[in-house]
Structures are given as structure tokens and as C-alpha cells.
């Protein structure tokens, strides 16, 4: 069951119900990875819809690892996601947001 005030979401991978997060380690990794000098500048991409598909790529990977995802992120480049491209980027976005939500701060369903 997802978690979302723990930063939890659900995404479906080559059939398999998988759940992703983004840990402090994660988005540390995930940061270094993306070259973006903060991870703000990332949340800014998704908010304006200039992320690439590589952002989408490695802030699934990130969290799908967080939670024990076996697969590399070139597993996941060629991987069946349920529901398109389009899913995976509502799923990566959605990761993001619950990952600064503060709970109480009145953004709980974000």
C-alpha cells in the first residue's frame, strides 16, 4: 500500500506494482546525476513542463532504487511502464512534490 505522507508512489514496471521514494540519499544522488546546482532548479522543470525524458528517466530510477528496485537505470530506459510516457511523468512529478511536502503545511494533497 502507498504511503504518500511517507513520499510514496506507485508506479507499474514491465507488469510489476513497484513502489518509489524519494529518500535524502536518492535526491543527493539524484542531484549529482542531473548536474542542475540544486534540486529547486529540477522542481522548476516540472513546473514549467520543460523537463526531458531523461529527468523523468532518473528521478523514477531514483526512487524505484530507494525502495529496493533491483534494476538498473538503463533497465528502466527500456522498460514497459503502465500507462505510457505520459504516466511516468505524472508519477515522477507527483514523486517530487509528495517528497517536499510538510505535513500540516496545508499542501498535504499536492
Do not use: Q
Amino acid at each position: 500500500m502507498v504511503n504518500p505522507h511517507a513520499g510514496e508512489v506507485a508506479l507499474v514496471v514491465n507488469g510489476e506494482r513497484c513502489l518509489a521514494k524519494l529518500t535524502l540519499g536518492a535526491l543527493a544522488r539524484l542531484e549529482e546525476r542531473l548536474e542542475t546546482g540544486s534540486l529547486m532548479a529540477l522542481v522548476e522543470r516540472f513546473e514549467g513542463g520543460t523537463f526531458s525524458a531523461s529527468d523523468v528517466i532518473s528521478l523514477l530510477y531514483a526512487g524505484l532504487a530507494a525502495c529496493g528496485w533491483e534494476g538498473s537505470e538503463a533497465d528502466l530506459a527500456e522498460a514497459e511502464v503502465e500507462g505510457g510516457p505520459m504516466m511516468a511523468a505524472r508519477v515522477a512529478a507527483r514523486m517530487l512534490a509528495v517528497a517536499f511536502v510538510v505535513p500540516g503545511d496545508g499542501n498535504d494533497a499536492v
